[in-house]
């Protein structure tokens, strides 16, 4: 269901106003409306926001040499002055990380840089002269410079002394000439490619100078590596970092919380959602920090902004994971998440259809819960797959396999071999696709009646029947209609034929309502009646839960068939290599089954709420709920006790 | 043995035919998966670069273009185990033979062009990931859309495997 929100509105002394922020934040119950007019507290703003930067980004900078927690290990609980307290210290570790990233990064540009040279020198190195004597004198002109391989034969015929070094694309070449033919040679080089090379400030020959530079990297690379490992010893610190970092967190948001309140110079004003179930301990905490405050709760007001708060018993709570990962419903309308448990429950469960593969699902999660404490998203996604698991270990013996291997074959000779499963979707797949088909009807009659109450609660009862319920009348009239296919007494088939052709005459008449002119009427009810199509795709669309709960079913076969009929009986007839084979190819099936579980879940599970969005929210939910975001403690790293 | 007659060696003999099929339906679907992963493997690539912590949402869209090639599995392995290819089968005629073989293609080319399309759904939604991380519950769900023509295929090719007669 969707919590009743009331709007919160205070007026306290400025004094009070740390306190009473910091009061409301510990219990993170008051969303913050956004005053008029701000107060000029920004800059105060942006130096906490930097200090978030700064712990941030150096935490990050420590990640690859920080002891990474383990999947399952639970966040500690830390009680918020804490964090917040361990920020000075931990800025001045932030001080540290960063001159050594500096070093570390200014210390990468000189190699890089030497790098860069010692590569423009290679081609040179057969050059046995020093560098510092390429150079013009007063009747001479002495170039040096690349020049593409492709381009060598145009320069056979120029007057003038040309050296060639090495190089494989471009050979280095030093060209001399006498002054007075450079200005003939000059145009011939510039169209044959020839680039300038210049060697400013080097002495000695090119392979001299490449061995001085790389004994310089080899130096500035030891250096790296020595500042490098004191960052690394610095990762020990990363723990405490980034509880400073949640704690700067929780200072900045007070920080930015009061840009949302007004004031004058004696008073402040704040405004603000609350749970209507919160109401009393919000006042509860207000009064222990002071007693000079006014505080009231009124009721949302027609097109007031209400943020959307989800509340649902434990077995549901996490199925509001499937609805937000759609939207939240918007404030006052149906919160589709319990309607839609049960349903989903049931799909995944048939998706998956894997007995074994249920027990593993549901165990594996509720470790996860149990181990890791997940919160949030997370959490809400292992408590699905703990329902999805434990539904799919009944759903398996009812409509599939154990691991993919068939029921009769584990219940072969007991009473129950000819019971379970009770439809095999491999043998019998039209009365599966049946069953599948009627589950989905049930779902959308559902649907179409609880958007029928949505309208009987607005007082809208023509669009209740017309819109809603006469499509459940046709629906059912047309499947009664082949009820004497069945063996059904021919009355039941009249009887659905009078109701399809009733309610299809009320969709034809009134569906077009809305229009004033009868042709465009008809001619919109004629339209609406076309919708049966959309039905038979809906219907049609549940066929996907036949088809995955097969493809689990079939996969497993395989699997079984590929490890034990194919590769376990090559070791056949050797007793010893029956015992290694036995090892090898129960590790293999094992791990095999593992991995298509997993890819397997995440079919089911997208495609369990594919049905739940599109064939059944889209019949009555009105997504497009803002979620209600307090003024709490947001730590990413830690748990606030 | 000329070009015809070989040709009719072929057509009258069932159990190649039904192998055709199998083929197919592993073979081309296959294809269609392994593009549609690898192109969303290189968005994912892109954005888990910028930020390693959302890898665990990207891998999810980089994994749903991967169903088509599993279903094509499925639906090889049955004709062939249907045919008697998997060894100890006896004969089967060339008519059920064809009737395998064609009921390979719906998943063979629904898998190979939606395995792609998804592909390409799923690497905008990694996109999307990569600037909106909160949204990729709807990055999932439009790739899932695709899918449903994958698993729509998947059950036809069945049904019609399921109903040939040997």
């Given amino acids: 269901m969707i919590v009743p929100m009331k709007r919160l509105t205070l007026v306290g002394l400025k004094a009070d106003q740390e306190q009473i922020l910091s009061a409301l934040q510990s219990i993170s119950a008051v969303q913050l409306i956004s005053a008029e007019e701000t107060a000029a507290s920004e800059g105060e703003l942006s130096r906490l926001e930097a200090r978030v930067q700064r712990l941030d980004s150096a935490q990050s900078l420590l990640k690859p040499y920080a002891k990474s927690a383990g999947l399952l290990t639970p966040k500690a609980e830390v009680a918020a002055e804490e964090l917040t307290g361990g920020i000075e210290s931990s800025l001045e570790i932030c001080s540290d990380v960063e001159a050594l990233d500096r070093e570390i990064s200014l210390s990468r540009g000189e190699a890089d840089k030497r790098r860069a040279l010692m590569e423009s020198l290679r081609p040179w190195e057969e050059l046995t002269d020093g560098l510092e004597t390429i150079r013009s004198t007063h009747n001479a002109r002495v170039v040096a410079g690349m020049l593409p391989v492709e381009s060598l034969a145009q320069l056979e015929e120029i007057n003038a002394a040309v050296q060639i070094f090495g190089g494989e694309k471009e050979k280095a070449l030093l060209i001399a000439c006498h002054e007075s033919d450079w200005a003939e040679l000059a145009p011939i080089l510039r169209a044959a490619g020839f680039q300038d090379t210049a060697f400013p400030g080097l002495t000695g020959t090119a392979a001299e100078n490449i061995a001085r530079l790389e004994k310089e990297i080899a130096e500035i690379e030891q250096k790296q590596k020595e500042l490098t490992e004191q960052l690394a010893a610095m990762g020990a610190h990363r723990d405490a970092l980034c509880r400073a970092l949640d704690g700067a967190v929780i200072e900045r948001d007070r920080e930015a919380g009061k840009l949302e309140l007004g004031s004058t110079d004696a008073t402040f004003l704040l405004s603000g959602w609350a749970r209507a179930d919160q109401t009393d301990e919000i006042l509860e905490k207000l009064s222990a920090v002071t007693d000079a405050c006014y505080v009231d709760f009124t009721d949302p007001q027609e097109g007031d902004a209400v943020p959307t708060v989800l509340k649902n018993n434990k077995l549901v709570k996490p199925f509001e994971a499937v609805t937000n990962l759609y939207s939240l419903p918007a404030y006052g309308s149906v919160d589709g998440t319990p309607l839609m448990a049960p349903f989903y429950f049931i799909f995944f469960g048939m998706m998956l259809s894997d007995s074994v593969y249920g027990i593993v699902l549901a165990l594996g999660a509720w470790f996860f819960l149990k181990k890791a404490k997940p919160t949030g998203m997370m959490g809400g996604l292992a408590g699905v797959l703990l329902m999805g698991g434990i539904s799919t270990i009944f759903m398996g013996l009812l409509f599939g396999t154990c691991a993919g291997v068939s029921w009769p074959v584990i219940f072969k000779g007991t009473a129950l071999e000819t019971v379970f499963p009770l439809v095999d979707s491999s043998t019998e797949p039209i009365a599966m696709l049946v069953v599948c088909a009627g589950l989905g009807l049930v779902h959308m009659f559902y649907a179409m009646f609880i958007a029928a109450g949505n309208c009987i609660k607005n007082g809208d009862w023509v669009g209740a029947i017309v819109d809603h319920l006469s499509w459940v009348c046709i629906i059912t009239g047309l499947l009664l209609l082949a009820a004497p296919m069945l063996g059904l007494p021919a009355i039941v088939g009249t009887i659905g034929k009078v109701m399809a052709i009733a309610a299809a005459a009320v969709v034809f008449l009134f569906a077009g309502r809305a229009k004033k002119n009868i042709a465009g009427r008809l001619l919109g009810g004629a339209g609406k009646l076309y919708d049966i199509a959309s039905w038979l795709s809906d219907v049609l669309s549940y066929a996907r839960i036949f088809a995955l709960g097969l493809s689990t079913g079939v996969i497993g076969l395989v699997l079984n068939t590929l490890c034990w009929d194919m590769l376990f009986a090559s070791f056949k007839g050797n007793p010893i290599l029956m015992i290694v084979g036995f090892v090898i190819v129960t590790a293999l099936s094992v791990a095999l089954h593992l991995f298509m579980m997993a890819i397997s879940t995440l079919g089911c599970f997208v495609h369990t709420a594919r049905l739940q969005y599109v064939e059944f929210f889209g019949k009555f939910y009105e997504a497009g709920g803002k979620a209600f975001n307090p003024l709490g403690y947001k730590a990413k790293h830690v748990k606030v006790k | ?166």
């Fill in chain 2, 1 to 166: 043995m000329r070009f015809y007659d070989f040709l009719v060696s072929i057509g009258s003999n069932g159990q190649i035919l039904a192998g055709i099929g199998a083929v197919l339906a592993t073979l081309v679907a296959g294809i269609g998966s392994a593009l549609g992963v690898g192109r969303a493997g290189q968005a994912g690539a892109a954005v888990v670069a910028e930020d390693p912590d959302k890898f665990g949402s990207v891998l999810v869209l980089q994994l749903l273009p991967g169903t088509q090639g599993i279903y094509g599995l499925l639906i090889g392995f049955v004709i062939a185990s249907k045919a008697g290819l998997l060894g100890g089968g006896s004969a089967i005629t060339a008519a059920a033979g064809l009737q395998l073989l064609f009921a390979s293609l719906p998943i063979a080319f629904g898998g190979l062009l939606s395995a792609i399309a998804q592909g390409k759904v799923a690497a905008s939604g990694i996109a999307m990931v990569g600037k909106r991380p909160e949204e990729s519950g709807k990055a999932i769900i439009f790739a899932v859309m695709v899918e449903t023509y994958a698993v729509l295929a998947l059950l036809f090719s069945f049904l019609m495997v399921n109903g040939v007669a040997v």
